[in-house]
């Protein structure tokens, strides 16, 4: 039988004591610190995803998901952190405007796919970024 609370549920660290993910009243998880997905089961129906658009320089969080990139304005660079600080860490980066160009890079040395930076220049280009503990790699 399911579970059921107007106020939603608060998911508690046994360990620290402390609050580590909250479910809502219409059923959407949320979580200020790292959570695998092997952890959850059964239907990932209201497992949300952060997305934000930034227009100007923009240094990526270990919290961010999806960042769309508005270069209306101009050139754009967004730095992901290294890639050793965010093992196993994917992110979503999108061009959504057709003027000038969107850098990525990352910090400390990390590389992207081999290369320092990638660069992306046509509206609705994309890339998708998996770390795995010392390079970045597009898949």
Same mark, same amino acid.
């Given at each position: ?13 046994k360990?620290?004591g ?5 479910i809502n009243?219409?059923g ?8 695998s997905?092997s952890?959850f ?9 952060? =997305? &934000?658009?930034v227009? @100007?320089?923009? $240094?990526?969080? /270990? ?8 270069? %209306? !304005?101009g ?12 093992n196993?860490?994917?992110?979503? =980066? &999108?061009?959504?405007n @057709?003027?000038? $160009?969107l850098? /990525? ?7 992207i796919? %081999? !290369?320092p ?11 998708t970024?998996?770390s795995n ?7």
């Amino acid at each position: 039988h399911p579970v059921t609370a107007s106020d939603g549920f608060l998911v508690f660290d046994k360990t620290n004591g402390i609050g580590v993910a909250s479910i809502n009243s219409q059923g959407a998880l949320s979580s200020s610190t790292y959570i695998s997905a092997s952890t959850f089961r059964g239907l990932a129906q209201r497992v949300t995803f952060p =997305i &934000k658009t930034v227009t @100007s320089a923009y $240094t990526v969080s /270990i919290k961010d998901y999806t960042i769309l990139a508005d270069t %209306s !304005a101009g050139n754009i660079t967004v730095e992901m952190p290294t890639a050793a600080t965010a093992n196993g860490k994917v992110y979503n =980066i &999108k061009k959504i405007n @057709s003027l000038n $160009t969107l850098t /990525i890079t990352s910090s400390a040395g990390s590389t992207i796919d %081999s !290369a320092p930076a990638k660069q992306l220049t046509t509206l609705n280009e994309s890339v998708t970024v998996h770390s795995n503990g010392t390079y970045w790699f597009i898949i």
